[in-house]
């Protein structure tokens, strides 16, 4: 049951970098089968955290020493490496922030409630988007009187490229999409709804949590206004988060969070804000977890995106193949491994995918299950819940044999 | 190293499969709806009462098949039984279910929960709808396990 097809990078190699890969749960061998919830971290990342805090810890922008000098340099260049990753024009569209969440927060409150949006201009959305891509608009809906229009999709998880026409007018001010659901694996083509949403003088904000871990992420050839993403998603550190923009919207833009760093004066009862990206740095950043997503990039490139998108998209099609043989298996998503990244979501029969879940965790895989913050989506699909697999760089297509041998244990347990 | 068998018992796959007493009480004296966000599971409890004595009891809903076969025995284990021996049943449930040291002799047939306690994440299939009874007990309408 191994390989049908050679892949491209030398999985096993990779997976040597990785600590917690050689560990066992329940007794058994992990089979990580999560990382689009979290992904794991290979010892480059982890030594560099730790390295940060052994070797050149001090305050960055702030001290006056050699060792906050060197703090600084190697925060300042994670940034310039996350730029390039994402081929931002410059290091300073891109801002720190601890997640995915908080980068679209900032969005919604400073371009949205600070901003210049109006009663009777509306913002349109997907029904597939995260709930952190979600509820900060209803922010903004409930703060500016805005109204909010959401793109369906078909029965097979494609967005209904045709309804934007109808959606998309002189009102619309902001258009909003994930790049690539964090459900159904759908890639959307984000470039054309950018494209869109300028022809009304609209932005496009785009959600890349799921993306730009995965595949080839170019802003400048989107042309998207916004793109926020997670570093914990890839092979980065928890706690670290990116909020690009166009220098032009950054500017035109107020902090969600007031303190240290983000100012340029204070004086008792007003300020003025630091440049751009700082002026979304409010408080000392998390210099290791920039540091360690520096280094998660240089991981990355390492390997090359063409290659962890041309891994998954083959381990994706092998994993479909052997999961649609197993009985009662109903995949959710396209069929075309081209259209979508390595996340199946699943359902077994009547099983309820929590029992999936911990069937599956006593034979050591680790999977996910529940409506993966995306209850909307939930309910477009008509079910309250599904089981979720999801691949990364280090996984293989043994661990795919042990997920589907674990789903007919599963079988076996509710015959 | 964790027992499947000792979570997925052959009792409790029946009652998953099987529950007891699943439907709906019409006229009900206390009703409470219970919701798990987590899963989506959800069910809601019926309940007739005489004086303090729990005199007939239904439920309805949808869940994972701990949570489901949790709900049916539930049923059966409180039916006949008052407000305050119920509470103490479910106290001593909870406790079994956390690993906090229950007899399992005490509990009856609920002692086939026992395995639940190796799963800290499923502590809130096993006990959903026993949140949702004492919500009805005590007249509170929903109860929502975050």
Same mark, same amino acid.
């Given at each position: 049951m191994a390989s049908k097809t050679k892949l491209l990078m030398n999985v096993e190699k990779i997976r040597q970098d990785f600590p917690i890969l050689s560990r066992t749960t329940r007794g058994k061998p992990l089979v990580y089968l999560d990382s689009a919830a979290t992904s794991q971290k290979p010892k480059a990342v982890i030594d560099s955290v730790s390295d940060f805090f052994s070797r050149y810890n001090a305050n960055v922008h702030r001290a006056i020493y050699e060792l906050g000098e060197e703090a600084t340099r190697e925060y300042e260049g994670a940034r310039e490496k996350v730029a390039q990753f994402i081929h931002a024009r410059s290091p300073n569209e891109v801002a720190f922030t601890k997640s995915t969440t908080e980068s679209l927060n900032t969005i919604a409150y400073g371009w949205g409630i600070k901003g210049k949006l109006r009663e009777g201009d509306e913002i349109v959305s997907t029904v597939m988007?995260?709930?952190?891509?979600?509820?900060?608009?209803?922010? $903004? @809906?409930?703060?500016? &009187?805005?109204?909010?229009?959401? $793109?369906?999709?078909?029965?097979?998880?494609?967005?209904r490229m045709d309804e934007y026409d109808d959606?998309?007018?002189?009102?619309?001010?902001?258009?909003?999409?994930? @790049? /690539?659901?964090?459900?159904? *694996?759908?890639?959307? =083509?984000? @470039?054309?709804i950018a494209k869109r949403a300028h022809e009304v003088g609209a932005i496009c904000v785009v959600d890349g949590a799921q993306s730009v871990p995965h595949i080839a992420v170019d802003v400048q050839k989107i042309d998207c206004d916004f793109l926020a993403f997670s570093g914990h998603k890839m092979l980065g550190p928890t706690g670290i988060g990116v909020l690009y923009g166009k220098e032009e919207r950054l500017q035109e833009m107020e902090p969600l969070m007031g303190g240290g760093e983000m100012i340029r004066e204070v004086h008792l009862g007003t300020a003025k804000w630091n440049d751009v990206p700082f002026k979304f740095e409010g408080g000392t950043p998390n210099m290791a977890?920039?540091?360690?997503l520096g280094v998660a990039v240089d991981y990355l490139n390492g390997i090359g995106m063409?290659? $962890?998108?041309?891994?998954?998209?083959?381990?994706?099609?092998?994993?479909?193949?052997?999961?649609?043989?197993?009985?009662?298996?109903?995949?959710? #998503?396209?069929?075309?491994?081209?259209?979508?990244? &390595?996340?199946?979501?699943?359902?077994?029969?009547?099983?309820?995918p929590h029992d999936i879940a911990s069937i599956l965790d006593v034979e050591g895989i680790a999977i996910r299950s529940g409506h993966h913050c995306a209850q909307p989506l939930m309910e477009r699909l008509n079910v309250p819940a599904t089981a979720r697999a999801s691949f990364y760089v280090y996984n293989t297509h043994e661990e795919v044999d042990r997920l589907v041998a674990g789903l007919r244990k599963v079988l076996d347990v509710f015959a | 190293m964790a027992d499947l068998k000792a979570l997925y018992q052959e009792v409790i796959l029946d009652h998953s499969k099987n529950p007891r007493n699943f439907h709906k009480l019409e006229p009900a004296d206390r009703t409470a709806l219970g919701r798990n966000p987590l899963c989506g599971d959800q069910f809601t409890v019926y309940l007739?009462?005489?004086?303090?004595?729990?005199? +007939?009891?239904?439920?309805? *809903?949808? #869940? /994972?098949?701990?949570?489901?076969?949790?709900?049916?025995?539930?049923?059966?284990?409180?039916? *006949?039984?008052?407000?305050?021996?119920? +509470?103490?049943?479910?106290?001593?449930?909870?406790?079994?279910?956390? &690993?906090?040291?229950?007899? =399992?002799?005490?509990?009856?047939?609920?002692?086939?929960? @026992?395995?639940?306690?190796?799963? =800290?994440?499923? $502590?809130? /299939?096993?006990s959903l709808s026993w949140h949702t009874l004492k919500a009805a007990l005590e007249a509170k309408g929903t109860v929502s396990l975050e």
């Amino acid at each position: 049951m191994a390989s049908k097809t050679k892949l491209l990078m030398n999985v096993e190699k990779i997976r040597q970098d990785f600590p917690i890969l050689s560990r066992t749960t329940r007794g058994k061998p992990l089979v990580y089968l999560d990382s689009a919830a979290t992904s794991q971290k290979p010892k480059a990342v982890i030594d560099s955290v730790s390295d940060f805090f052994s070797r050149y810890n001090a305050n960055v922008h702030r001290a006056i020493y050699e060792l906050g000098e060197e703090a600084t340099r190697e925060y300042e260049g994670a940034r310039e490496k996350v730029a390039q990753f994402i081929h931002a024009r410059s290091p300073n569209e891109v801002a720190f922030t601890k997640s995915t969440t908080e980068s679209l927060n900032t969005i919604a409150y400073g371009w949205g409630i600070k901003g210049k949006l109006r009663e009777g201009d509306e913002i349109v959305s997907t029904v597939m988007e995260h709930h952190s891509n979600h509820v900060p608009w209803f922010f $903004v @809906q409930d703060a500016k &009187g805005v109204k909010m229009k959401w $793109v369906g999709m078909t029965d097979d998880g494609a967005l209904r490229m045709d309804e934007y026409d109808d959606l998309i007018t002189k009102r619309t001010k902001v258009v909003t999409v994930t @790049q /690539c659901s964090n459900v159904l *694996g759908t890639i959307n =083509p984000v @470039q054309e709804i950018a494209k869109r949403a300028h022809e009304v003088g609209a932005i496009c904000v785009v959600d890349g949590a799921q993306s730009v871990p995965h595949i080839a992420v170019d802003v400048q050839k989107i042309d998207c206004d916004f793109l926020a993403f997670s570093g914990h998603k890839m092979l980065g550190p928890t706690g670290i988060g990116v909020l690009y923009g166009k220098e032009e919207r950054l500017q035109e833009m107020e902090p969600l969070m007031g303190g240290g760093e983000m100012i340029r004066e204070v004086h008792l009862g007003t300020a003025k804000w630091n440049d751009v990206p700082f002026k979304f740095e409010g408080g000392t950043p998390n210099m290791a977890g920039a540091i360690g997503l520096g280094v998660a990039v240089d991981y990355l490139n390492g390997i090359g995106m063409d290659s $962890v998108r041309q891994h998954e998209m083959e381990l994706t099609e092998y994993a479909l193949d052997a999961l649609n043989g197993v009985q009662g298996f109903h995949g959710f #998503g396209l069929s075309d491994v081209s259209r979508r990244g &390595g996340v199946i979501s699943f359902t077994l029969g009547d099983v309820h995918p929590h029992d999936i879940a911990s069937i599956l965790d006593v034979e050591g895989i680790a999977i996910r299950s529940g409506h993966h913050c995306a209850q909307p989506l939930m309910e477009r699909l008509n079910v309250p819940a599904t089981a979720r697999a999801s691949f990364y760089v280090y996984n293989t297509h043994e661990e795919v044999d042990r997920l589907v041998a674990g789903l007919r244990k599963v079988l076996d347990v509710f015959a | 190293m964790a027992d499947l068998k000792a979570l997925y018992q052959e009792v409790i796959l029946d009652h998953s499969k099987n529950p007891r007493n699943f439907h709906k009480l019409e006229p009900a004296d206390r009703t409470a709806l219970g919701r798990n966000p987590l899963c989506g599971d959800q069910f809601t409890v019926y309940l007739r009462m005489d004086g303090d004595r729990i005199a +007939e009891i239904g439920f309805e *809903g949808q #869940g /994972c098949a701990i949570s489901k076969s949790s709900a049916s025995m539930m049923t059966q284990a409180v039916k *006949g039984k008052t407000e305050d021996e119920a +509470e103490d049943l479910f106290d001593r449930f909870h406790d079994l279910v956390t &690993g906090k040291g229950a007899d =399992p002799e005490s509990l009856g047939k609920l002692a086939v929960f @026992q395995g639940v306690s190796e799963f =800290p994440i499923r $502590v809130k /299939c096993a006990s959903l709808s026993w949140h949702t009874l004492k919500a009805a007990l005590e007249a509170k309408g929903t109860v929502s396990l975050e």
